[in-house]
């Protein structure tokens, strides 16, 4: 009984871990790049205490099949799915320095927040017509910061508006109000799925969840040899898990240039895939 709360609390601490990392990518709710680590750590920490448990409680045999094993499938292929797509996510967004002050902002308490435009620089340019008629245009801006110091102006180079900017409309800056030194930028709207690349990268990655949750209800007989405790089987797979998660973590946490983090994210997204087929072709070579 003790084997099977452990296996479960491990799942679902598995299935909170990626949903984290991916609410963090998404921007649904800002996370901060530690906050998307530590997630990682406790699922590792409850896959570790269902070991020490399994190993206090083994009797050997073959397992029989129970009737949650396709129950206990789909939750295993949805955490493998999620970790999959989860381990490619940090490449996307700012890298290097840009994702280091990003960090530095959130860290102190500050976001993304509406600021109404102080003055319009120049001449506004028309840079696009929309099917529905309207017009977009590009122009420099200044605007107020509301630092709790007190308001201090900070031009924007090439904001985009629907209709020609005025005094008054709003745009979008990054900043923290307690740490002026830390300065403001522009905000960036769309996140993720503002990039075509990220978007076919989300899409696949869903694509990803739904085939393992669907093929981990099916392989009932496997999933009954995966949940008895086997070196062979769970430590390799447990250890390419961990080296993925540790490959991210160095790109959500030293922040990287654009293409080492994309190498270190590949090379996540291959372990947690490597991983999976581990466990799906041991359970069947028995």
């Not at 050997?60 to 499938?73: I, S």
């Not at 001449?123 to 008629?133: H, I």
Request: aromatic share 6%; glycine share 12%; hydrophobic share 55%.
């Amino acid at each position: 009984m003790l084997t099977r709360l452990t296996g479960w609390l491990a799942l679902l601490a598995g299935i909170r871990a990626g949903w984290v990392e991916l609410r963090g990518v998404l921007a649904l709710t800002p996370v901060l790049p530690a906050d998307r680590v530590w997630p990682v750590v406790e699922a590792a920490a409850c896959v570790v205490l269902w070991i020490v448990v399994s190993l206090a409680a083994r009797g050997g045999g073959r397992p029989e099949p129970r009737w949650d094993n396709r129950v206990v499938g789909a939750a295993l292929g949805l955490a493998l799915g999620l970790f999959c797509l989860d381990a490619v996510m940090p490449a996307f967004g700012h890298h290097g320095a840009a994702a280091r002050w990003e960090a530095q902002v959130r860290q102190a308490g500050g976001g993304q927040y509406d600021v109404p435009v102080a003055r319009v620089l120049g001449t506004p340019r028309q840079v696009e017509v929309m099917k529905n008629q309207r017009v977009e245009y590009g122009a420099d801006v200044e605007v107020e910061v509301p630092w709790t110091a007190g308001p201090q102006p900070l031009v924007l180079k090439d904001q985009r508006f629907i209709g020609k900017p005025a005094v008054g409309d709003q745009v979008e800056v990054l900043y923290a109000q307690t740490r002026p030194d830390l300065g403001a930028r522009a905000g960036v709207s769309g996140g993720i799925l503002s990039d075509l690349l990220g978007y076919v990268a989300l899409m696949a990655g869903v694509g990803a969840c739904l085939v393992l949750t669907v093929v981990g209800a099916v392989e009932a007989e496997a999933v009954a040899q995966l949940r008895r405790f086997r070196p062979g089987v769970h430590l390799p797979a447990l250890a390419a898990v961990l080296g993925a998660a540790g490959l991210d973590a160095v790109v959500l946490l030293a922040f990287p240039s654009w293409l080492v983090s994309w190498l270190l994210a590949l090379g996540a997204t291959a372990l947690t895939a490597l991983a999976g087929c581990w466990m799906l072709v041991m359970a069947g070579s028995d």
